[in-house]
């Protein structure tokens, strides 16, 4: 399931066109991108590749005459699993692909992966954030944003060590996102020795009144969401309807313009982590962010990360040499770090980042703030 925070700041979903002066004999490295062009995510799906395309014309753009151009190819896998498996592998078939960009949700995903595990092809993961996504044992796989369950963890160092959270409470709903953000939070609470649990509801019916009174019992002093906004944010006012006055944390689900539009008032003061870095504090991404925004307008997160699924790739194999997969794949999984758009990455040996990381905002008067990331990396000021 793709975060609908992840997903919010949303840009043009026009595609860009491949530089017309790159020459027929330039050397080069073919990259394909599989995601939604059709169907109910295909708005999301064609971010995602205005992303890619935008990367691919500003690298060629300022490419050196010794550097390979770059050609990508994109696919429509409709954002379900059968199409994700055909589609894969029709972006593998092709011997002159290096690597893919994909897909867009989960269940794509994850149906995709034995495909481009049998034709060793490097998969980049640019929105996915489920743990299973890399817990398969392949090899091949490398994640950009950070996993849940991570991300759970920075949320319990932040409730903990900045807001001095004692008795927080983790709450997620039985559906696929949350429950591993809230296993995180839940580990790294009890290990800074924090007595700490958990209240799990339903997310096909919702009672958010009873949800609210099985949270109270553990008389909370800061409340964790681990989920959605638009399948929990319901349970904010219940809670303060029942008379609830501690803090709210809240994963990057809730980095969402619904958070700060309909509930407003209940989620103020509210922080939430996002793998959405604040490019003001940025400064090594600062000149792709203004060519990226001069050329092609607003960058939002699903455009950064399909920019720097390209960018990574294209990084690669500047700095390695490698031209084919098997290159390319040793390459990600010894090399590192490779600057993208949206930060450095060095991968571990199932493709997360080895040093990952998450940004807090807060919410004020309506609005999102920066607040801090939650480990500095060179990436971003603060």
């Given at each position: 399931m793709i975060r609908s925070a992840f997903l919010s700041g949303l840009g043009s979903a026009a595609g860009a066109t491949q530089l017309a002066a790159v020459l027929p004999f330039t050397a080069s490295i073919r990259v394909a991108l599989v995601a939604p062009q059709s169907g109910e995510a295909a708005a999301l799906g064609k971010q995602l590749a205005h992303g890619a395309y935008a990367a691919v014309d500003e690298l060629n753009r300022y490419r050196a005459t010794f550097?390979?151009?770059?050609?990508?190819?994109?696919?429509?896998?409709?954002?379900?699993?059968?199409?994700?498996?055909?589609?894969a592998s029709f972006a593998t078939g092709n011997p002159t692909t290096i690597a893919v960009v994909g897909h867009l949700g989960v269940a794509p995903t994850y149906a995709a992966l034995q495909t481009y595990s049998n034709a060793n092809c490097p998969l980049i993961v640019p929105t996915v954030t489920d743990d299973s996504i890399t817990n398969q044992g392949y090899r091949n796989v490398f994640r950009l944003p950070t996993k849940?369950?991570?991300?759970?963890?920075?949320?319990?160092?932040?409730?903990?060590?900045?807001?001095?959270?004692?008795?927080?409470?983790?709450?997620?709903?039985?559906?696929?996102?949350?429950?591993?953000?809230?296993?995180?939070?839940?580990?790294?609470?009890?290990?800074?020795?924090?007595?700490?649990?958990?209240?799990?509801?339903?997310?096909?019916?919702?009672?958010?009144?009873?949800?609210?009174?099985?949270?109270?019992?553990?008389?909370?002093?800061?409340?964790?969401?681990?989920g959605n906004v638009e399948d929990m944010g319901p349970l904010l006012p219940a809670l303060l309807a029942k008379g609830y006055g501690g803090k709210f944390v809240a994963s990057q689900g809730f980095f969402d313009p619904l958070t700060a539009s309909t509930y407003a008032k209940e989620a103020d003061g509210m922080v939430i982590s996002t793998n959405v870095p604040y490019y003001p504090l940025a400064p090594s991404a600062a000149q792709q962010v203004r060519d990226y925004q001069a050329s092609f307008g607003t960058l939002g997160p699903v455009n950064a990360y399909g920019y720097a699924g390209v960018q990574l790739i294209a990084a690669v194999t500047q700095f390695s040499g490698a031209q084919n997969r098997l290159a390319l794949l040793r390459a990600l999984q010894t090399g590192g770090p490779y600057a993208t758009i949206v930060g450095?990455?060095?991968?571990?040996?199932?493709?997360?980042?080895?040093?990952?990381?998450?940004?807090?905002?807060?919410?004020?008067?309506?609005?999102?703030?920066?607040?801090?990331?939650?480990?500095?990396?060179?990436?971003?000021?603060?």
């Open positions: 550097e390979p151009a770059v050609l990508l190819d994109v696919f429509d896998d409709h954002g379900t699993a059968a199409d994700a498996i055909v589609q849940d369950s991570t991300e759970g963890g920075f949320l319990a160092d932040y409730a903990i060590g900045t807001m001095g959270a004692k008795a927080p409470h983790a709450v997620a709903q039985d559906g696929d996102y949350g429950l591993s953000v809230a296993a995180g939070f839940i580990r790294r609470a009890s290990a800074l020795k924090l007595n700490v649990a958990g209240t799990k509801f339903s997310y096909d019916r919702p009672n958010y009144a009873d949800a609210a009174d099985a949270v109270l019992l553990h008389h909370p002093d800061c409340v964790v969401l681990c450095s990455y060095t991968f571990g040996p199932y493709g997360d980042a080895l040093v990952p990381n998450v940004y807090f905002y807060a919410v004020h008067d309506g609005k999102f703030t920066y607040e801090r990331q939650a480990r500095s990396t060179g990436f971003m000021l603060k």
